[in-house]
């Protein structure tokens, strides 16, 4: 065998193990992707479920809720501060939802679902007409 075919051997040979190479490297972006997606949805969920525990391991503050969001307007100052922390922590878990959404690391349901109870809170009549009035 001469040198130069020796040399286009080695030559298919290279083009071959780039060509595998660039295919393992996109499955790997993909199998990157998923993951980071099922982190995203997992780390959302784990923060809702902490704002949710907000009510039940924190005493008094669903009474407190429940008194703010029926009748904001009869809420005391601290009833006020404390409904206000709770819908901010909900607000804020919204706005990290967008940004999860927008970077494609969760899916379109979660943000769906997690939008729509921000809404729900931000919605409830009594702040509505509260807020419309002020």
Do not use: H
Request: aromatic share 8%; with cysteine; net charge negative.
């Amino acid at each position: 065998m001469k040198l130069s075919e020796l040399a286009a051997i080695g030559e298919v040979v290279g083009g071959i193990a780039v060509l595998i190479t660039l295919l393992y490297l996109a499955y790997q972006l993909r199998q990157t992707a998923v993951i980071e997606r099922t982190a995203g949805n997992r780390e959302l969920l784990s923060r809702c479920r902490d704002w949710v525990e907000l009510t039940t391991t924190n005493p008094g503050l669903a009474e407190v809720l429940r008194k703010a969001l029926s009748d904001w307007g009869s809420a005391t100052p601290e009833e006020k501060e404390r409904a206000n922390g709770w819908m901010l922590s909900a607000a804020l878990q919204g706005e990290t939802a967008l940004y999860m959404w927008r970077a494609g690391l969760i899916n379109e349901a979660s943000y769906q679902g997690f939008i729509g109870v921000i809404v729900a809170v931000a919605s409830t009549p009594s702040l509505s007409d509260y807020l419309s009035r002020s």
